[in-house]
């Protein structure tokens, strides 16, 4: 049986309605990219807060930090998603757990916060480990300057630490972008749920799954283009090789 190809099949209308198949793609594209960039936020904000507490000489705060990485890190990123969305509102009281269920995009919000916690537990051993190769004369520095344990962090180890794992954070950002695909178990329509969608539709399969690898391709030059332009414009002298 011989596959009959149809590069043209992006042209033409849709049966949902919306345009044609391309638009159909792009409007995956779009969801992919929105749900990245949140999830991305959280990874980075939660990483951050979780790689100090890896940091600290407290053996609490350390602990925290390990329960945590140990828990998004090792868990699988499709069971965790269907935690969220299909056990915890059952566990939540009945309220609670009729207003998670009637959320508005509700597929979208639990794929960006599932997937940034995810991504976070990566994120903050990055972050630790950053910190961990500084050399002790930065906090002692910090702290012969008077300023607080809080202030350290903030103008002195945080600023060089992200700096120096600014290379890794472009993989765990990549990364990102990847597993929002796994959100379609969840009812999100995303780029792949797109390309599903259009093969499902048009039976031309290798054009639907083509043109999401090259979008996914685009996006991904597009990341790493930018994260070495940042990175090099915020590279410290002698911590980084050839830099």
Partial sequence: MNYNWNWHIFLEPNPTGSGTYLDLLLSGLWLTVKTALLAWVIALIFGTI???LRSLPSKTASWIGFIWVEFF??????????????????????????????????????????VGLFMSARVAVQLAAGIASLPRGQKQAATA???????????????????????????EFLNTVKN????????????????????????????????????????????????????????????????
Avoid: C, D, H
Wanted: proline share 7%; hydrophobic share 55%; aromatic share 12%.
């Fill in 145 to 171: 300057l008077g300023l607080t344990l809080t202030q350290g962090y903030r103008y002195v180890l945080l600023p060089m630490a992200f700096r120096i794992i600014m290379p890794p954070l472009t993989s």
């Fill in 50 to 52: 979780i790689g100090i």
């Fill in 73 to 114: 890190r090792n868990m699988p990123l499709l069971v965790q998603l269907f935690l969220w969305f299909f056990v915890l509102p059952e566990l939540l009281p009945r309220a609670a757990g009729l207003w998670l269920k009637q959320l508005p995009n509700a597929p979208f919000w639990t794929a960006a916060i599932g």
């Fill in 180 to 243: 929002t695909s796994v959100a379609i178990t969840i009812g999100l329509i995303e780029l792949t749920g797109q390309a599903r969608a259009m093969q499902e539709f048009s039976f031309q399969v290798f054009e639907a799954f083509t043109a999401a690898t090259v979008m996914y391709l685009a996006i991904n030059i597009i990341v790493v283009t930018g994260m070495r332009f940042l990175e090099r414009s915020l590279a410290i002298p002698g911590y980084i090789a050839g830099k």
